[in-house]
């Protein structure tokens, strides 16, 4: 069971509604990056709860339904393909962060961000690296980003079927490679990524 130690901490210093923040959709070469904000009730126990990467699918949608019940309040926000390939992905993923936190219902007045960057996060904040691994708000926020961007592939498979999005949720696997190199990429496809298709011609 993840413990509360990072969230107790920030309680210690004054801060009441902290929120978990996570993103998803970092490495893969289409769709928009995901990022998620959460706010826990003090304490809550959720069975099972952990890094997203470390649970099956069917137990991430278990824990997204848990997670959107019982929590104070939770926010799921997007950067777009366009704004990935404007900014590049890391600064994508910030503004996504950024929105998720002020996307929140309940406002959070601290956050705890996994990784080692924070950039224009609304409240004060604290980056946890691993704090999918560390922290129950951290990690309730990488099941909601994770779900959420996994659900918007399926959606894109439905559109571009010819690409098996919905199996491989956009990475660089062998099928997508070569589904790039006899299809071209398709609107959802992050031109910055595929610049290896412009060397190959």
Known sequence: MLEFNYEDEARAEG????????EAGRGPLMGPVCAAAVILPPHLEIEGLNDSKK?????????????????????VA??????????NILN????????????????????????????????????IVGGDA???SVAAASVLAKVSRDRLCYELDRQYPQYGFAKHKGYGTKDHMKALYEYGPCPCH????????????
Do not use: H, Q, W
């Open 15 to 22: 801060y009441i509604n902290i929120c978990g923040v996570d």
């Open 78 to 87: 997007y950067a777009s393909v366009e704004e990935i390939d404007e900014l």
């Open 134 to 136: 560390k922290s129950p």
């Open 55 to 75: 649970l099956t699918e069917k137990k991430r949608e278990a824990l997204y339904s848990v997670i959107t019940e019982k929590a104070v309040a939770y926010s």
């Open 190 to 201: 992050r031109r910055t990524f595929l610049k290896f298709l412009d060397k190959d011609e």
């Open 92 to 127: 994508a993923a910030m503004l996504a962060m950024k929105r998720a936190v002020e996307g929140l219902p309940v406002k959070a007045d601290f956050a705890l961000i996994d990784g080692n960057c924070s950039r224009n996060i609304p409240v004060p904040c604290k980056t």
